[in-house]
Structure formats: structure tokens, C-alpha cells
């Protein structure tokens, strides 16, 4: 009945958890988005059928954003990172049992030349023999864990790791968005290009006119001198728009894994619509961010790390025990009489540290309040990126309506103006001018449809790209052994 009562009372001490359960700590939550005060066009389909990047329905982009996950080398170190940190769960968890070793040993002494020796002194004779050994012993040691020290530590590594999944997820949205930023920047580059080179040929055909007025008489030399200039200024400026579309091209095949020397991609056009991803309610976006998710994880790993230090305070127990056998040779080993067995027990209780532990909880307490500024920080950053996308996309479609009208009056004019040169009633100068017109909005129309597009991306990635806190590993899915999260 006693051994009963103890291991009964043993087994409620070692139940025992000290120091704070974790509860998540409230966060900044704006009740609606504030620049959500404008309606876009938004196709019906844009809300999850498929990865984020499939509503801008481009196959070239999907073939590569699926070769990021595959190829990418810094999200390969991300999720390397993750199975460490798994490694780590599994480490804190064995402390929860105990160690057992096994020692096998064997001696053999004498003295003499190896043989029985005869010695003679005061006519007493004698004989030295050497002498066999032979042991075979299992040890066990127990830390029990009596204060939770070590379950307490192994809840701040499960939180650790699950937050390093989610620094997995945010690595793997990056890389997403930052390959459809350089895309739509490849593209817009694209779409210069062909811009310059129509306008290389609307310039050679004004060119050709000049010509033609200055051979009958009629245009002076400067003005084929002016024309010839802003031809070939024109066609350096669509040569030089190679440079950047090459970085672009090369940025690309790095974010995929491969050479820029074995990657291309041929000219197409920019898309011309800009699909808008719905921001939902704002407190869904404490679930849907990965940034967000990692920062709250750190906070509950920060917190069980207080109870590791509250439990310092407490006495430690580690019990002990051994069995095996000894004897002279290995025929006899195992015989009962020659066995061997202990147990014991010992408890260690600090009783003076100078403030060591003392010290090691206020840093442990510091330390969590440091990690819940840092969460709530966090989530104002999401929020204000959420502001930002949503502010530049509503803006940004009200300038691009407007400046479509402008392109569309700048052709005009310069249509108007080119006549009324060919008939002689204005100078070249004022075909100079409609026509850098025309070119300069055209050109602002491109780079406003341009940010349209980054602004998109960027804000499916302020949204968390589809991803949701519920993919975050279960504490039972991180201490499983088994595949990884790098699979998609």
C-alpha cells in the first residue's frame, strides 16, 4: 500500500505545471478598413479557386510562381530551419524519460610471467594466480519532472517551431510576390518597348515628310535636323529599356532556382485589367497573415519560457537506479548469486544564488512583454499595408480613367497638328511638340497601370495570399516524425 501512496503522490507532483498558461494577448483591430471607400471592378472568380496569383489568369506567371517553391534556395533554407526546430521538440521531449546506458566490462591481472609462480620465504611456499572480471550492468537515471520545467520548455520549442513554419509560409509568399512584382515589371518593360518602337515609326514617317517639304522647298534644314533628333533619341531610349527588361529577366530566373545564363522568357503583352482581391473583415486578418501567426507563436514561446524559470525555484529530483551481474567468468555471469542492484534517490534544492533565478524570471517576463509589442507591432504594420494597397489601387483607377482621356486627346492633338503642318499653317516645332506629348501620357498611362498591378500584388500579399493560420502545424503534427511543410 505505501509504494502504491507514493508512486500515486509522485505521479500528481510530477503532473504539477508552474509559471503562467499562455492566453494570446489582444491586438489593434480596426473595426472596417478605412480606404475601402471606392468600388473596383472585381471579377466574381478572384476570391480562392487556385493559388492567389491565378486571377490574373497568365500561364507564363503560373508556370513560374509553381517553380518557386521547387527551386527557390531561400526557401529551401527556410524549411531546413523548420525541421531543425522539430529536431529541437524532439530533444526537449526526451528529457521527459529516463536515460538508460548499459556498461559491459572485463579485467584481467596477475602477477608473474603468466603461470602459476612458487616463491619460498621462511619455508613457506605460496602461489600467484592471475585474476578474471567480468560485468554486465544497466543504469537508469530519472530527472522528473516534478515543476514542469521540462514540459514548459518543450511548450515554448513546439511554439518555436510552429513558428518557424509560419516564417516558412511568409518566405514562400515573399518569394510569390516579389516574382510577380519583377513579371509585371518584365512586362511593363515589354510594353515600353513596343511603345518606343511605334513611336520610332510614327518619327521616321514624320522624318519622311519633312523631307519631302524641305526638298520642295517649303521646311526649312533645322526642321529636318529636329526631326532627325528626336528620331534618334526616340530609338535610344527604346535600346536602353533592354537594360532594365534583362535585370528583370535575371532577378526571375534567381527567385526560380536557375542560372540567369539558362533562363528567358519571350515578349508579351502587360495585362491590360487589374484584378482586386477583397479585403474581407479586418480581424480576419490576424488568421490570414504568416508574419502575423510566427509573432504569436514567438509570444506563447516567450511565455512558457517564464514557468522554466519559475520552476528554478523548486527543488530538483532525479532517481536512480542499477542492475546487473559480476563475476569471474562469462559461464557464471548471469547466475543469481553473483547479481548486483541499487536504487537511489536524490534532491537537489538551490539555496543561494545571488539572484541568479531571480533574475533569469525578470529577464524571462521582460523578454514576453517584449515579445507582445513586437505581435501588436506587427499586426499595425499589416493593417497599414493593407491601407496603403487599398488607397494606391482606388487612386490609382481614378487617375487611370483620366489619363486615358489625356492619351486620347494627346494623339489627337497631334494628329490635328501634323496636318496643319503638311498644309503649311504651323511650323515643325508645334509637331515636335504634340508628338512628345502624345508620347510623354502614353508613358505616364503605362506606368499607372503598371503600379495598378504592383498595387495588386502587393496587397494580396499584405492579405496573406490565401494562406490561414489554421495550415499552422497542431504541437502533435510537430513532434510527429514524417514529411515536412515545404510541400505547398
Not at 608473474?112 to 609462480?117: A, D, K
Not at 616463491?119 to 594466480?129: A, D, H, N, V, Y
Not at 488568421?287 to 530538483?316: C, H, K, T, W
Not at 505581435?375 to 493593417?383: D, G, I, K, S
Request: with cysteine; glycine share 8%; proline share 5%.
Amino acid at each position: 500500500m505505501k509504494p502504491t501512496i507514493a508512486l500515486s503522490t509522485l505521479a500528481l507532483l510530477a503532473a504539477c505545471t508552474v509559471g503562467p498558461d499562455y492566453h494570446r494577448p489582444p491586438a489593434p483591430v480596426p473595426a472596417a478598413y478605412k480606404e475601402r471607400g471606392w468600388k473596383a471592378a472585381t471579377p466574381e472568380d478572384t476570391t480562392s479557386r487556385g493559388p492567389w496569383w491565378s486571377i490574373y489568369n497568365d500561364p507564363v506567371l503560373d508556370g513560374l510562381e509553381r517553380q518557386v517553391d521547387v527551386s527557390n534556395q531561400n526557401l529551401k533554407a527556410s524549411e531546413a530551419a523548420y525541421r531543425q526546430a522539430r529536431a529541437v521538440v524532439a530533444e526537449g521531449e526526451a528529457g521527459l524519460f529516463p536515460t538508460l546506458t548499459v556498461t559491459g566490462a572485463g579485467t584481467h591481472s596477475g602477477q608473474g610471467g603468466g603461470g602459476p609462480t612458487i616463491t619460498s620465504t621462511g619455508g613457506t611456499f605460496s602461489t600467484s594466480r592471475s585474476n578474471s572480471t567480468i560485468s554486465l550492468t544497466a543504469d537508469a537515471s530519472w530527472s522528473v519532472d516534478l515543476w514542469g520545467r521540462i514540459r514548459r520548455t518543450v511548450e515554448s520549442d513546439v511554439a518555436n517551431a510552429q513558428a518557424s513554419a509560419a516564417d516558412l509560409a511568409n518566405a514562400r509568399l515573399s518569394a510569390q510576390g516579389q516574382l510577380a512584382t519583377l513579371y509585371f515589371e518584365l512586362r511593363a518593360a515589354d510594353e515600353q518597348k513596343r511603345l518606343l518602337d511605334a513611336s520610332v515609326e510614327a518619327f521616321t514617317q514624320s522624318l519622311q515628310i519633312t523631307r519631302n517639304q524641305y526638298t520642295v522647298g517649303v521646311a526649312a534644314p533645322t526642321d529636318v535636323v529636329t526631326a532627325e533628333t528626336q528620331l534618334e533619341q526616340t530609338r535610344s531610349q527604346a535600346i536602353a529599356v533592354g537594360v532594365q527588361r534583362a535585370q528583370f529577366e535575371h532577378a526571375i530566373a534567381t527567385l526560380i532556382g536557375k542560372p540567369a545564363s539558362d533562363f528567358s522568357l519571350a515578349v508579351a503583352p502587360m495585362p491590360s485589367g487589374v484584378p482586386i482581391e477583397p479585403p474581407g473583415v479586418p480581424s480576419a486578418l490576424l488568421e490570414r497573415r504568416p508574419d502575423i501567426a510566427a509573432a504569436e507563436r514567438l509570444m506563447a514561446s516567450s511565455n512558457a519560457q517564464i514557468g522554466v524559470a519559475v520552476a528554478a525555484f523548486y527543488p530538483d529530483l532525479t532517481l536512480t537506479g542499477s542492475y546487473g551481474f559480476a563475476s569471474s567468468g562469462l559461464s557464471k555471469l548471469f547466475r543469481a548469486s553473483n547479481s548486483l542492484w541499487s536504487v537511489g534517490g536524490q534532491v537537489v534544492q538551490t539555496v543561494f544564488d545571488a539572484g541568479l533565478h531571480t533574475a533569469q524570471l525578470d529577464a524571462a517576463k521582460a523578454a514576453y512583454d517584449q515579445s507582445v509589442a513586437t505581435y501588436r507591432q506587427t499586426v499595425l504594420t499589416a493593417f497599414q499595408q493593407v491601407e496603403d494597397e487599398l488607397a494606391a489601387l482606388g487612386i490609382l483607377a481614378r487617375q487611370a480613367e483620366v489619363q486615358a482621356n489625356t492619351v486620347r486627346l494627346a494623339r489627337e492633338a497631334e494628329r490635328l497638328t501634323l496636318n496643319q503642318y503638311r498644309q503649311g499653317t504651323v511650323a515643325y516645332t508645334a509637331v515636335i511638340t504634340a508628338q512628345t506629348t502624345r508620347l510623354s501620357n502614353e508613358e505616364t498611362a503605362l506606368t499607372i497601370q503598371q503600379s495598378r498591378l504592383l498595387a495588386s500584388v502587393a496587397l494580396i500579399e499584405a492579405l496573406g495570399g490565401g494562406w490561414s493560420a489554421q495550415q499552422l502545424p497542431a504541437a502533435t503534427e510537430v513532434k510527429a516524425t514524417g514529411p515536412s511543410l515545404f510541400a505547398p
